[in-house]
């Protein structure tokens, strides 16, 4: 055990398979866990105290993170929890139009989806159509799979990519606790919330990254 983790708190969003996996590793570090999923019946459900299960739709669990302010937040359940949470706790709407400038400035064959009416964009290192091994233990210079090399950590990549494009960025860095277990920081979430709350920037970005993998949104005020 990390004697860092001792007494510290994780929130857990999501309770499935990967859920499951972050709730064993954090109860393992005696971290307290937080669980939020809408199912009361979720795979990780009986892993948490059942005070520390909270049954509520993921998307609007930004008001436990500013309650509880957990050491760390960990998103497993699909699409983008910290653009969303900030999408709706700040009211913003999606900023498709400077989508092609920040595509100009990451390697197109990083990218490798849109979604242009939520102006979220998605990037990885993975070969499109290859999966990555659940057991991947994140190597900082190349891929475990396909040995292809890995230059810069992805989430490098996209604060370039948005640099000086917006009133305000912020690119989350997702730590690999464990293979299969990434995790934000939570005082570092809170304090970019803060920082809108005081800029009020009418144009801004938000995206979370690991070392390989990314999803990034755009939004205006």
Known sequence: MSATMFGKTALVIGGGKFGAKACRYFKEQHTRVILVDNDPACKAQELVAGSDFILKDAQSAWDLTLKLEPDFIVPTQPGHTCGKWIKEYFRLTPLPGVIPNVLKRIPQSL?????????????????RGKLCSEECPHLT?????????????????????????FDCA?????????PGVGAIKGPEFLAFMKTVEVKKPKTLAVGTACLCHGVLNLFKK
């Open 111 to 127: 990218f490798l989806d849109c979604d242009e009416s939520d102006a979220r964009l998605i990037f990885s290192y993975m070969t």
């Open 141 to 165: 210079n190349e891929c475990t799979l396909t040995r292809e090399p890995r230059p810069a950590p992805l989430y490098k990549l996209l604060e370039y990519a948005v640099f000086d494009l």
């Open 170 to 178: 912020k690119i989350f860095a997702s730590a690999q606790m464990a």
